[in-house]
C-alpha cells in the first residue's frame, strides 16, 4: 500500500509493506526443560521474521533521496504476549550517485553474509543463536552509521560503525563495533563477506559490578570488561535451475560464547517444484576446545499464492555435550507478505 504527501518543496511518499509468520511448534530432546517441551505457538521465527516495515523517500533533487525506515515486530501481539510492539532496523538516510549513507540501528554486514550463506536466515532450521550468533554474528547495533558504496560490476561495500556508550557518569565505556562488508552479485552468484571487530573495553562501573552484578547503574546495566574480538564470515549461494546451492564459513578470534575462538561451516540447498520448496542445511560449530555444536535443518514450503504460503519443518541440533545436549523442534506454520 502506498501514500503520498506533498511537501513544501519536495514530494515524499510512504509505503507500508511487511510479512507476518506464524508458526505451531513441538519441542523435545534431553537439552530442553518440561515447560519448553510442552507445545505452543511460537515466538520465535518459524520460516521468516514477521516485520511490518515503514518506509518515506522523499527526491530531494539532483539524483539525491532522503529515506527513513522503521520496521516493527508484530509477534508478541500475535502470540498473546503481555509484551509491546518490538522492532527491527530503523533508520534515516541520504543517497545518491555517491552511495547510501544511513545513521540509525542498520542490519550489519554480518547478517548479510549470514543470509548469502543460510538456507534459513534467521528461522528455525539453522539453530541461528545456537551456531551464528555463538561464533560472533551480530544482526545490528543501535546508534550506528553505516556507508554503502555504489555498485560497480556487481561489487559494493560497506562499513558499520556503532561507537558504543562513551557517558562518562556509567564509569566506563561499552564497546566499539566496526562492521567491513564486500558483496559480489552477478547472475546465479551471490557471495557476501564481512568482518566484524569489537573493540576491547572496560567495564561500566566496575564497584558496582562487585555488589550489583545484572543490575542497572545511572541508567546503565554494569558490564564486565572484554578483549578485542573479531569474526570473519564469508557466505555464498549459487543458482542451478530449480536449485540454490549454499555454503558459509566463519572464523572467530575470541568472538564466540565466553570470549573463545570460533570456526563455522555450513553447507545447504533449496530446490522448487512447482509450488513447493524443499529446504535443507547442515552446520557445525567449533568454540574453542568445546565438542562440536551441530545442527541440521529441513523444511517444506507450498506456495499457495506469490505472497501466501503453508510449510513444515524440523530442527535437530546437538551442543555436543554429554548430556542435556539435544533440541529437536517440529513446526508447522502459515506467512503472508504484503
Known sequence: AALAATASFAQSSVTISGLIDASYHA???????????????????GSATSAINLNVLEDLGGGMKAQAFYAFDPRANINNST??????????????????????????ASLLANGAGNVFGTATGGAYANTETAAGGQIR????????????????????????????TS??????FTDVGLSYSNGPLNVVFSSLTRSAY????ALAIVSQVGSTV????????????????????????????????????????????????????????GAVTLLGQYSELELGTAAKRKATGLRADYALS?????????????????????????????????
Do not use: C, W
Request: aromatic share 10%.
Open 27 to 45: 519441542v523435545s530432546g534431553n537439552g530442553t526443560t518440561a515447560t519448553t517441551k510442552l507445545n505452543s505457538i511460537s515466538t520465535s521465527v
Open 83 to 108: 509484551n509491546g510492539i518490538g522492532r527491527h532496523e530503523a533508520y534515516v538516510g541520504l543517497s545518491g550517485g555517491f552511495g547510501n549513507l544511513r545513521l540509525g540501528s542498520i542490519n550489519t
Open 141 to 168: 547495533f543501535n546508534n550506528s552509521l553505516r556507508y554503502d558504496t555504489p555498485s560497480f560490476s556487481g561489487f559494493s561495500a560497506n562499513v558499520t560503525y556503532s561507537p558504543g556508550n562513551k557517558d562518562a
Open 171 to 176: 564509569g566506563g565505556a561499552a564497546p566499539q
Open 202 to 205: 572496560v567495564a561500566q562501573d
Open 218 to 273: 545511572n541508567g546503565y546495566a554494569a558490564v564486565t570488561a572484554g578483549v578485542k574480538t573479531t569474526y570473519n564470515l564469508l557466505g555464498a549461494n549459487y543458482a542451478i535451475g530449480n536449485a540454490k546451492v549454499f555454503a558459509a564459513y566463519g572464523d572467530g578470534d575470541k568472538s564466540g560464547t565466553g570470549g573463545v575462538d570460533s570456526k563455522l561451516a555450513r553447507v545447504g540447498a533449496t530446490y522448487t517444484m
Open 306 to 338: 506469490k505472497r501466501t504460503a503453508a510449510y513444515a519443518g524440523y530442527e535437530a541440533y546437538d551442543s555436543g555435550a554429554t548430556s542435556a545436549n539435544k533440541i529437536n523442534t517440529a513446526m508447522v506454520g502459515l506467512r503472508h507478505s504484503f
